[in-house]
């Protein structure tokens, strides 16, 4: 039930997904991997719009170099752990929704116990291996996985259901070799706003997910385009016969 | 027959885009895409591996449909192919 704050505070888009949604939102828990480029616009839209809770991993520390995108935090939080950064912002932004915050970093190990009762997963990571596991998690889970990713001024996002669609080992069966990457931060503001859209959309039951869809975005040129995507039979992760290449979770 | 190339991502910036190019049948589309980046040794190379195959993790698409990287070398294209290629991208 909608208190009338809440009922005040979400006026403007209780009209686009009446208060049946916003309970939706209300009563739905998300899972933030990683509050850094993408996790930063990912935590503040997703606490704003009230999803009830959140639950957001990190486990850096801010850093000069992180402040041209990572826009939970702010100059003063450099040294700060991102947690404790996202923590104090998101809870600023919206007092009425629960903020956790998790201190560790995601691995095969925990992933299963970190994410706990998650309705999704939002990904804002930096590397495969990891999105690989969050991946596996979210098919072993039957939760979906909102899948983000940038570099420069370029990004792609997809959202994988598992069970209905391709997951992300079957788009990217193999990791690209690891870099520092360039990055200004409207770009995965932008991409994060892709995968903001598409949690609320599935938490609200509405519109058509990126569902066995690539969305690119190419920021230099201003063009979106989509791939079809198609699950693979032998894929390791999702396929007939999973193999053990998929990570034991 | 025509058949069109689009680059993404990084390899765009490297080798440029919807590149139409004009060839007699049964040309493979390892082959294809090595002519296309041939002129620019920095594309080949961020696609091809020491021995000219594909480096593992580039994604290849012809008609929007996935082809496996590692059986390019016996895949013909057809007039009017699209053939995507593009790295996963990683950061977040």
Known sequence: ?249 | MSITIRFFARFREMLGTDILVEHGDGLFLTDLIRNVASGNKEGVDAIFDEEGNFREYVILMRNRRRVDNRKASLVTASDGDEIAVFPPVAGG
């Open chain 1, 1 to 249: 039930m909608l208190s009338p704050r809440e009922l005040d505070r979400y006026k403007r888009q209780i009209l686009l997904f009446g208060e049946e949604g916003q309970e939706r939102l209300k009563k739905a828990n998300l899972f933030i991997a990683g509050a850094g480029g993408l996790g930063s616009p990912i935590a503040i839209y997703l606490a704003v719009a009230g999803v009830g809770t959140i639950t957001l991993a990190d486990n850096d520390i801010v850093e000069l170099t992180n402040l041209n995108r990572q826009i939970l935090h702010d100059d003063v939080d450099i040294g700060k752990k991102k947690t404790v950064s996202a923590e104090e912002k998101l809870t600023a932004l919206n007092p009425d929704i629960t903020i956790r915050v998790i201190d560790q970093t995601i691995d095969e190990n925990n992933a299963a116990q970190l994410v706990g009762k998650a309705d999704g997963i939002l990904d804002a990571m930096d590397n495969y291996p990891t999105r690989y596991v969050l991946n596996d998690t979210a098919i072993k889970k039957k939760i979906p996985f909102f899948h983000g990713a940038i570099r420069g001024l370029y990004g792609q996002a997809t959202t994988v259901i598992p069970g209905k669609t391709a997951c992300l080992r079957c788009i990217f069966p193999k990791a690209p070799p690891k870099e520092v990457f360039p990055v200004v931060g409207v770009t995965p503001g932008f991409i994060g706003m892709v995968q903001v859209t598409e949690a609320l959309k599935y938490l609200v039951g509405t519109g058509d997910l990126l569902a066995n869809r690539l969305f690119i975005w190419d920021g230099l040129t201003s063009h979106v385009e989509e791939i079809r995507l198609e699950q693979d039979p032998a894929c390791p992760s999702c396929g007939i016969k999973p193999t053990k290449e998929r990570t034991k979770i």
